[in-house]
């Protein structure tokens, strides 16, 4: 088209070519971006149905968990509940996910481009994505890269951030793998994970070498780096989905023949009064509202289909008169492929006897203290400490220990404590212990925390008078010294709080080699305020 013998008409058609194509080209280019941005609206779409079916999924994830961690806990198992591991690989899988979208969230651009287009036909506009004008690299240049196209900060967080997210994913599923099992499906995952996120360096078409981020980040549109990193979101979201769902798909797989179910016994309590009736539930290792049994045999006796309730086999039978551990056995038979498969039921209770008293224990002694919040410890067999009301209520106070109360007493000599409560069975339960009140005892005198003995000078000219109750009584109560006397031979001397007046230690530097100093005349405040007159006797050495 540019030969030198072209004509000068030619060479303007030639001209008019050539803008035609660049109009053309153009205008290709506006319907490539819009089409980049359509690309990721409808991944994005995508994405909140996957999210949808992840929430569905670590619902039943906890639903397993849940659901056997109440039957280990209500038959008192030492089993380990088999979907603990699971849920801490779920856990962890929502979490380093969770990071690693919110890591690309944050790299978009916050200012939106957005347009409002009069609709045709109709008095009205409408607003939409203007995709066209996202047709420079400026933004992502500038976010990833520095000026050698080398990674800035952001970039270098961001290339960190998909091998760490790739090299966590892997531990996960990898750890999720049974010894021994020729089951490949977490090896499959974490390999998919890995070719997905590659982050190597890359030839490029002309052969050139270039690093990961700078071959699929530098140089392109906004819109299409957008639509790049919306996949990439929508990926871990597959692979989040999938690793989910290949750790329901293998328990439930495991879990739902019937020969792998166990039965299992919860009492609505604890243990049974005499002559009271036995209420309880049977439920399957695997509850399942839908699983009906063909026949139901408890302790010899048919349990009517009817007791059927939400996949729980409901019971109510005499809980016995024998005090003891009664036994709960039986047989469930089930129906699957027109061959009859039978559970076997095996489980015990307790019956205990009707309390007729209440077991009051004050800590430490067998009477209480006046103006002392005494520690006291109350039991009613069969009855939760929750559930006791205590009395006389305006002396009474609850420990936050399960059992424990505070009684404190302000005169008198003797305390009737009342103890009722509402038993299993429904009947009113009252009880009375009878306390004796006493002074509290004087407390021990100690000088540097010595009962006596020889000391030097100094010892005795920087030491304290401190007053300590006996440990035989538990007294838990902190006793000041007001103040005391002390005699260093021949002279007295009066002392505030419990150390030695300036008068006193001045005089103390003038005494001899063995003369004795006698603490006496104690003035202390603790449950009450006294005075003990013979302390501490301590010799100079």
């Known amino acids: 088209m540019a030969g030198a013998n072209e004509s000068p008409r030619q060479k303007m058609i030639n ?35 996957i999210v949808k079916r992840i929430g569905e999924f670590n619902k039943l994830i906890d639903n397993g968990f849940n659901a056997q961690d109440s039957i280990l806990t209500s038959t008192t198992s030492k089993d380990v509940n088999i979907w603990t591991k699971k849920k801490a690989a779920a856990d962890s899988i929502n979490l380093i996910t969770a990071e690693f979208i919110n890591t690309i969230e944050s790299l978009k651009n916050p200012i ?24 420079k690299a400026e933004y992502w240049n500038g976010k990833l890269f520095d000026q050698d196209k080398g990674l800035n900060e952001n970039g270098e967080n961001f290339l960190k951030a998909i091998n760490n997210y790739v090299a966590s994913f892997q531990s996960i599923a990898l750890s ?30 002309e052969g050139i070498e270039k690093t990961w981020m700078e071959y699929h980040l530098f140089g392109y549109p906004e819109v299409s780096t957008n639509t790049k990193l919306t996949i990439m979101k929508a990926n871990a979201l597959n692979y989040q989905a999938s690793l989910l769902s290949a750790l329901i798909g293998g328990q439930y797989k495991m879990e739902s023949e019937l020969t792998n179910f ?15 009736e036995y209420t309880g539930r049977v439920v399957l ?19 009517p289909l009817t007791s059927v309730v939400n996949g729980e086999i409901l019971l109510n039978f005499p809980a016995g008169n024998s005090v003891k551990e009664h ?48 520690e006291v410890y109350i039991s009613v067999p069969g009855v939760n400490s929750g559930s006791l009301v205590i009395g006389p209520s305006n002396l009474v106070t609850k420990s936050n220990k399960s059992g424990y109360y505070f009684v404190k007493p302000a005169g008198g000599s003797e305390l009737d404590l009342s103890i009722s409560a509402t038993l299993q069975n429904g009947d009113k339960f009252s009880d009375t212990k009878k306390f004796f009140i006493r002074r509290a005892p004087a407390p021990d ?67 001899k080699k063995n003369t004795d100093i006698i603490i006496k005349n104690i003035e202390y405040i603790g449950i009450t305020v006294g005075n003990k007159t013979n302390g501490v006797t301590l010799t100079v050495k």
């Open 176 to 205: 999720q793998k049974e010894i021994g099992s020729i089951d490949t499906t977490y090896e499959e995952i974490a390999e998919s994970v890995t070719n997905a996120f590659e982050t190597k360096p890359v030839i490029d078409g």
């Open 262 to 276: 166990d039965a299992y016994v919860i009492s609505d309590r604890s243990g049974y009064y005499t002559g009271s």
């Open 445 to 511: 005198i100690y000088f540097n925390s010595s009962e006596g003995g020889k000391m030097s000078k100094s010892a005795i000219s920087g030491g304290a008078v401190s007053a300590v109750y006996p440990a035989a009584y538990g007294i838990s109560k902190t006793v000041t010294v007001a103040s005391f006397d002390v005699k260093m031979g021949n002279r007295n001397f009066k002392c505030e709080g419990d150390e030695l007046s300036s008068k006193a230690k001045k005089y103390l530097r003038t005494v």
């Open 15 to 49: 001209l008019m070519y050539l803008v035609f194509i660049a109009m053309l080209a153009l205008n290709m280019s506006k319907e490539v971006l819009t089409a980049f941005g359509l690309i990721s609206e409808q991944v994005e779409k995508n994405n909140g149905d």
């Open 112 to 135: 939106k481009n957005t347009k409002e287009v009069d609709v045709v036909g109709k008095d009205s506009t409408f607003t939409i994505m203007d995709y066209e004008t996202m047709d």
């Open 327 to 374: 036994d709960i056995t039986g047989e469930i038979t089930f129906i699957q492929d027109g061959k009859e498969i039978a559970i076997d039921v095996n489980q015990t209770y307790k019956v205990i006897k009707k309390p007729n008293s209440a077991s009051v224990e004050v800590i430490g002694r067998n009477t209480l203290f006046r103006n002392y919040p005494n």
């Open 285 to 303: 290792g695997k509850k399942s509202n839908s699983l009906v049994p063909s026949s139901i045999i408890i302790n010899g006796e048919s349990v």
